[in-house]
C-alpha cells in the first residue's frame, strides 16, 4: 500500500501565510497526479490544486494568486503554499496522489492522506 503523510496545518490570521507538505512512502510502483483537497464539516471535499508528473498545474478559482503548489517526484513529495489565507479558506486539508502500488500495479488508484486542520482566525 501508499501510505500519505501531511504536515503544516495550524491556526493563522487572516492576511498570514501556511506551508503544507505531504509524504507519499510504502510499495509505490508510480504516482501519476499529487494534489490537495480541502473539506468543511458539512460539504463535499473539494479540489485545491493539483499538479502533474510533469509539473502542470491546475487552481481552484478561489485560491488562484495566493496559493502554489509544487512536488519533487525524486522524494515523492508536494508542497502547498498558501498567502493572504481568508477566514473562507478554514478547512480540512487533505494529500491526494493518484498512482500505483506494487500489489496491483495494473490499477490506478487515489490515496489518502489523514487530513491536517487549517483555522483562519483572528
Known amino acids: 500500500q501508499v501510505q500519505l503523510v501531511e504536515s503544516g496545518g495550524g491556526l493563522v490570521q487572516p492576511g498570514g501565510s501556511l506551508r503544507l507538505s505531504c509524504v507519499a512512502s510504502?510499495?509505490?510502483?508510480?504516482?501519476?497526479?499529487m494534489g490537495w483537497y480541502r473539506q468543511v464539516p458539512g460539504n463535499q471535499r473539494e479540489l485545491v490544486a493539483v499538479?502533474?508528473?510533469?509539473?502542470?498545474?491546475n487552481y481552484a478559482d478561489s485560491v488562484k494568486g495566493r496559493f502554489t503548489i509544487s512536488r519533487d517526484n525524486a522524494k515523492n513529495t508536494v508542497h502547498l503554499q498558501m498567502n493572504n489565507l481568508k477566514p473562507e479558506d478554514t478547512a480540512v486539508y487533505y494529500c491526494?496522489?493518484?498512482?500505483?502500488?506494487?500489489?496491483?500495479?495494473?490499477?490506478?488508484?487515489?490515496?489518502w492522506g489523514q487530513g491536517t486542520q487549517v483555522t483562519v482566525s483572528s
Open positions: 491526494n496522489a493518484r498512482g500505483r502500488d506494487f500489489r496491483e500495479y495494473y490499477r490506478t488508484k487515489d490515496y
Open positions: 510504502g510499495s509505490i510502483f508510480s504516482i501519476n497526479d
Open positions: 499538479v502533474t508528473s510533469g509539473g502542470g498545474t
